[in-house]
């Protein structure tokens, strides 16, 4: 069993910047492609972003695209969402995911496609 522990969530002003992380454990890490997304209050879980195994790849919902950055670091296991220019409606608890891939350049968009889930982690943007 993969355990996925986000970390990095908290209040932040508008305008301002967070890096969330993500850490998952076992030895197969780099056999994983993984991504991020978010839920808002009253809404439903929502795709944010992707990553391929290889890191080659990535994969932006629009309403991030230029101010949210995807990256991992395999040596480390850890996923990275550096979250820049954040504004009140990134509010949400944010969910690291993965999916075992043979693929090194495959990226997946729907959270159905993942197997494994964090517990989240809650990014509040005051205005």
């Known amino acids: 069993q993969v355990q996925v522990v986000e970390s990095g969530g908290g209040l932040v002003q508008a305008g301002g910047s967070a890096r969330l992380s993500c850490t998952a454990s076992g030895r197969t890490f780099i056999s994983y492609a993984m991504g991020w997304f978010r839920q808002a209050p009253g809404k439903e879980r929502e795709f944010v972003a992707a990553?391929?195994?290889?890191?080659?790849?990535?994969y932006y919902a629009d309403s991030v695209k230029g101010r949210l950055t995807i990256s991992r670091d395999n040596a480390k296991n850890t996923m990275y969402l550096q979250m820049n220019s954040l504004e009140p409606e990134d509010t949400a608890v944010y969910y690291c995911?993965?999916?075992?891939?043979?693929?090194?350049?495959?990226?997946?968009?729907?959270?159905?496609?993942?197997?494994?889930w964090g517990q989240g982690t809650q990014v509040t943007v005051s205005s």
């Open positions: 990553i391929s195994r290889s890191g080659s790849r990535t």
């Open positions: 995911a993965l999916v075992w891939r043979y693929n090194v350049n495959v990226v997946k968009l729907r959270a159905d496609e993942y197997t494994y």
